[in-house]
């Protein structure tokens, strides 16, 4: 809205150009986030506190979680305040793609929202059912995926690139709608199951959103896309804003979501970050890049994949429990390591996947 703003003020005033780069309201976009996220964080967990909206603790998990039990939920609705209000503020709102992330973020949230809702309000531990809350995944994420694949101008939008190669780039046709599908749905609950332990989630979801958003910025600019082999897209570039708020806002809930946790982020926060990365990799068609980078959510859904389908074939656990963060905590490792070691797994991640944009 204010870059609206700018825009016609820039007709009087030639001081208002700046705000036409990306890279300054990409900054203005942290920063709005960070400050709205920083000031009312405080308020809102105090809110819930008053509330009494708090984190159930299943009995069959690891004994060290107990103490959690009460802890403020559903803090996930700051994350997304934060993110609308700056990409609504200083992004191009004349962008398809920017309202088509906006679109997955919030039918994402409002799932997670109303699962959360069930848990604290009614106190039903197991919330929105697996059945249905799949199926409202599914709703929004093909109404999202098939709007981008009828809105196709180019044919580098369809197809999937191979990192490491500068000329491989298979045609995915129809087929462009399931494999996106599977990105934005996979990683909603790949996000929701990794966010398990005090800002294991957020942070990873921060560091991967930033690299996403440098992807955007490249592929939305000709002469960085030629330089480095990558798809030409458009009007990609302006998710570079998108991306800042989110790190910006990720970044000031962890200062409460940090060990010890004064708040979690719940349902509402975990699958609407997941789904918005998945459709920022999607339409920036780097969705290998984004798997090598979110290692740490495919671990853990792996783990929880792999436990379910032994425990049902040979009745044996592969794990000690999953997902995969509870089994170290089983073996001994403290909850701080735990979370710390697979931040700087991602950041090792998200380099590698940075570097393979020069690594064809």
Known sequence: MLYWLTEYLNEFYSFFNVFNYLSFRAILGVLTAVTISMVFGAPMIRKLNYLQIGQSVRDDGPQSHLSKSGT???????????????TLLWGDLDNRYVWIVLFVTA?????????????????????L???????????????????????????????????FFKDV????????????????????????????L????????????GAL??????????????????????????????????????????WFNTYPAQVFMG????LSIGAALGVIA???????????????????????????????????RVFRMAPLHHHFELKGWPEPRVIVRFWIITMVLVLFGLATLKLR
């Open 72 to 86: 403020p939920t559903m803090g996930g609705t700051l994350i997304l305040l934060s993110v609308f209000v700056a």
């Open 107 to 127: 039918s994402f949230g409002v799932i997670g929202f109303y699962d959360d809702y069930k848990k604290v309000v009614y106190r039903d531990p197991k919330g």
């Open 129 to 163: 059912s697996a059945k249905w809350k799949y199926f409202w995944q599914s709703a929004a994420g093909l109404t999202a995926v098939i709007y981008l694949y009828s809105q196709t101008e180019l044919p580098a939008e369809t197809q999937l690139f191979v990192p």
């Open 169 to 196: 780039a298979i045609e995915l046709g129809v087929g462009y709608i399931l494999l996106a599908y599977f990105v934005v749905v996979g990683s909603s609950n790949a996000v929701n199951l990794t966010d398990g």
């Open 198 to 209: 005090d800002g294991l989630a957020i942070l990873p979801s921060v560091m991967i959103g």
């Open 213 to 254: 958003g440098i992807i955007a910025y490249l592929t939305g600019n000709v002469q960085y896309a030629e330089y480095l082999n990558i798809p030409y897209l458009p009007e990609a570039g302006e998710l570079v804003v998108f991306c800042a708020a989110l790190c910006g806002a990720g970044m000031g809930f962890l």
């Open 267 to 270: 349902d509402v926060g975990a």
């Open 282 to 316: 999607v339409i920036v068609r780097h969705e290998i890049v984004f798997f090598l980078m979110a290692g740490v959510f495919v671990m853990e859904t792996v783990s929880v994949i792999v436990q379910v389908t032994s425990f049902k074939l040979t009745g044996k």
